[in-house]
DNA sequence: GTGGTCTAGACCACG
DNA sequence: GTGGTCTAGACCACC
């Protein structure tokens, strides 16, 4: 599910983890559901163990999962992220926001592109919900 | 006009890009404005001119400057703005939309960041017009 | 009485064992009386006996109960509490007031705190003794 | 300045860790004072700088210092100190002042023991000033 | 088998 | 010379 691409300026251990968040914002990953292993998502992507450590504990740090030594690691219920990452993600939602409108487009525009990713997002929420049915 | 911070974790070249990018969009630098050297830029900084001039050559491949051999850099008109730069602000400013709708923040709210946004904006761009008439 | 978390990031010994100390330090466990068999806890919290032996060894160790060979595990009296826990607790109790006053909480505010956490204390304690009546 | 105890069941880099917090709480490094590089307190402390360079990055996240790629790292000042670190301090201060009323220490010696802790902080933050008079 | 920690040693970007 | 990233491989605690 996750792809990495080497060409890539982000660092290895970034992208697994924007992969992660990912799965776990779109509900792919159910509060509670269990992520793979440390070592078996390494030797899937055929990357070193270590670095997907640092991606899980950096998440965890997030608060997008929780781990139990000997146990592994799990999909974290969103009130739990934490609100360094809030305010980091309203930081660049209003600065990208704002170069945005310096380059031409209108407030209108992007309202629409709000709307249009608010109703992909419920699509997936939806999805999930019926899957669980 | 671009103020640096050594305490920001991004490098320098970096800083001084994200400043020159800022007064061309703006419109503090309109199309074909002289920037300053790379040298008077580099001691007014009080940082290396080597900084200086990979922040420029940089900008110059996004679009936003163009430099003529034993003249110096000039801003580039807006249209020549790579496109690049737009399409990687959108990925970022949908990307973080999303996650913070998951978060539970209504499209609403963030329509009222953008209007906010979008005043500010306009009060910039009045106090450059101003300033060039 | 003891709750499991499995979510915690503590192993599960340690959350037993820190249950049972609880029930011994408020005095739901009175001097002598008789703690539940290793198994039987074992099966009623659902986990292994193994886990429930090493926190009750631990606890032994620390002086919260002692062990009769045939007969079972009991509550220790509060006078053998081993030191080793109040200056443990001391130790933490005065690091994170230091760093908290570091912080600019004031001794008013944290005296406030511990006014407030002095009342739950007596609360529960009453309402041992009571069910003990 | 910084001991490292084997024995201790805490890992290396907490050690590392409480130490500089405790250097940079109690003023002996102040608000810009730069740390000892990876490199070098890795070399004094005769441990990998891995180990140095991961309490670094937690202290960084946790507002204590902060770090410019290629220059070093420095302290940062209270205000950095990030919430979440706010909070777990507050947390550990109530827990243990808690288990410690319930053994049967009075809210009263509590009160005393903070006055006391403030008084050293005070006297230290005191020190800091004289010094750089 | 799981995650947690540590070491040794490498390469890169930055200034 | 500084920190940032990654690898390879090791040992431990927990369940």
Same mark, same amino acid.
């Given at each position: 599910m996750i792809s990495l691409n080497y060409r890539d300026a982000r660092p290895i251990y970034e992208q697994v983890k924007d992969g992660l968040r990912h799965l776990v914002v779109t509900?792919? !990953? /159910?509060?509670?559901?269990? !992520?793979p292993s440390v070592r078996a998502l390494a030797s899937s992507l055929a990357i =070193?163990? =270590?670095?997907? /450590?640092?991606?899980?504990?950096s998440l965890e740090q997030e608060g997008y999962l929780y781990t139990v030594a000997g146990k592994g690691s799990f999909a974290a219920p969103q009130a739990d992220v934490n609100l360094a990452r809030r305010a980091a993600l309203l930081e660049q939602f209003e600065c990208s926001a704002a170069e945005l409108l310096f380059l031409g487009m209108t407030p209108e525009e992007l309202c629409l592109l709000l709307q249009q990713a608010a109703r992909r997002t419920a699509g997936q929420q939806g999805e999930e919900e019926d899957r669980n049915d």
């Open positions: 509900g792919a !990953l /159910q509060a509670g559901d269990k !992520l =070193n163990p =270590n670095t997907i /450590q640092r991606a899980y504990e």
